[in-house]
């Protein structure tokens, strides 16, 4: 039977997870839902109640595993070559999570001038170890994402602890519940890239 992963997205970027092109891949932050989680899985995210944001029981993505790659494969596979990063690119092209190239050298990894980065386009050392410490990226052709544009998710869903309320991640494995969210996607019908991140919205906004 699949397992459910829910966890609370603090920061709605389309970074983590990248929806583009198609294809909804997680490939840094949630370590251990990376480590852990198996094809059929499903992984929710919902939206964060910190002020600004008050986006608290509402759906921000879902996607279904269907395979797991390491960075070494994720690096140099053709159909993800659109998810390395150009931050001095289009929103779709700078929020790219393929950010790993591995380092035959140093036995390690080069991170990407990306969202991870300092600002100054360095490695940021946090990121880098935490990412890498999970040499997983979960990818999902069977996904919804809808940013902060995302349907308030229905009360059923909610008593059976669908909603994560702090840090890390819940793991439900409950088949009703599990068939119940699946059964509510299909109703939505809308897969795929449905609906602009948070930041996207700010940034939008600031630029008038």
């Known amino acids: 039977m699949p397992s459910l992963y829910s966890y609370v997205v603090r920061y709605d970027s389309c970074f983590a997870p990248n929806p583009f092109h198609g294809i909804c891949t ?22 964060s109640n ?11 993505h879902a996607m279904q595993v269907d395979e797991s790659l390491t960075f070494a494969e ?11 990063p150009d931050l001095f690119g289009s929103y779709c092209m700078a929020c790219g999570d393929n950010i790993y190239r591995p380092d035959p050298v140093g036995n390690g990894w080069r991170q990407l ?34 940013g902060a544009e995302g349907p308030q998710i229905p009360q059923d869903l909610k008593c059976a602890g669908l909603i994560h309320q702090s840090s890390g ?10 068939t119940a969210l699946e059964s509510w996607l299909c109703q939505l019908g809308k897969w795929g890239y ?6 996207m919205i700010q940034e939008m906004e600031k630029q008038g």
């Open 26 to 47: 997680l490939a840094t932050c949630k370590p251990r839902i990376r480590q852990h989680a198996k094809a059929g899985d499903w992984i929710v995210g919902t939206g």
């Open 50 to 60: 910190r002020k600004g944001v008050r986006r608290g029981g509402f759906l921000v």
């Open 74 to 84: 994720y690096w140099g596979d053709p159909r993800f070559t659109r998810k390395k």
């Open 113 to 146: 001038n990306s969202y991870h980065s300092e600002k100054d386009g360095t490695p940021h050392q946090g990121h880098l170890q935490r990412d890498t410490g999970a040499n997983r990226v979960l990818v999902s052709g069977r996904f919804a994402y809808f």
């Open 169 to 178: 991640y819940r793991k439900i494995e409950d088949p009703e519940t599990i």
């Open 194 to 199: 449905r609906g602009k991140p948070y930041d």
